[in-house]
């Protein structure tokens, strides 16, 4: 698919779409848990599926669990209602010095997302369906802070840049290769969350973090 075609179509429709992202709210509409969302790849097409079909969406978008990707550097991740690491795994450089960066086997084991997106391509391009489809993938910035901790990843930025610097390098080397491994399934478009680095930019904006 050529995507920058298909935005460039898309922004001169007279009646464009909105796009909201409804991955758990679906699952509430479908009678289905957060869990089997997040865990099933058939669960994760399937919704993708309902999704695009039910209000006419104009893209088939996964699910965003900005867990995931920190449960492949062995984070350990509550599935008690959404997704989320339930304590940090670096505590100090030395930790952050010593952090493997997961291979690919560690994603094909952690992530439903590759299977989900195959199926729902397969899906689409059998009904002649040329809409596009949207993988949700963690930031660098943000997965630090899923690893690290927000509040020691926001005093790191003061306190210790250096070890910030060589985390982020490690996430941003897992995501390249985890964003790589999301275009060969099928997708065609990655919708990036980085909501930390907003964070940085709003504490900057107001001149620095504010006393502990």
């Known amino acids: 698919m050529n995507v920058k075609q298909w935005l460039l179509d898309a922004?001169?429709?007279?009646?464009?779409?909105?796009?909201?992202?409804?991955?758990?709210?679906?699952?509430?509409?479908?009678?289905?848990?957060?869990a089997s969302l997040t865990e099933s790849a058939k669960v994760q097409a399937e919704t993708m599926l309902y999704l695009v079909?039910?209000?006419?969406?104009?893209?088939?978008?996964?699910?965003?669990?900005?867990?995931?990707?920190?449960?492949?550097?062995?984070?350990?991740?509550?599935?008690?209602?959404?997704?989320?690491?339930?304590?940090v795994i670096l505590e100090s450089l030395d930790d952050v010095e010593t952090l493997k960066v997961p291979?690919?086997?560690?994603?094909i084991e952690k992530?439903?997302?590759?299977?989900?997106?195959?199926?729902?391509?397969?899906e689409m391009q059998a009904s002649g369906d040329v809409r596009p489809i949207i993988a949700g993938i963690s930031g660098p910035f943000s997965l630090a802070g899923q690893l690290r901790g927000v509040t020691d990843i926001m005093m790191d930025c003061y306190d210790d840049p250096?070890?910030?610097?060589?985390?982020?390098?490690?996430?941003?080397?897992?995501?390249?290769?985890?964003?790589?491994?999301?275009?060969?399934?099928?997708?065609d478009m990655l919708l990036l969350a980085e909501p930390l680095a907003g964070v940085v930019s709003l504490l900057t904006s107001l001149g620095g973090l504010p006393e502990v």
């Open 11 to 34: 922004r001169k429709q007279k009646d464009k779409k909105p796009m909201p992202v409804l991955s758990y709210p679906a699952a509430a509409r479908r009678g289905i848990s957060i």
């Open 162 to 187: 250096e070890l910030l610097e060589e985390l982020v390098q490690k996430t941003t080397e897992f995501l390249c290769v985890y964003a790589k491994m999301l275009k060969e399934a099928g997708a």
């Open 103 to 107: 291979g690919v086997e560690a994603i």
């Open 53 to 87: 079909k039910e209000l006419d969406m104009p893209m088939a978008i996964t699910s965003m669990d900005l867990a995931l990707e920190a449960s492949c550097f062995g984070a350990p991740v509550s599935h008690e209602g959404v997704p989320a690491v339930s304590s």
């Open 111 to 122: 992530s439903p997302y590759l299977e989900a997106i195959r199926m729902v391509k397969a």
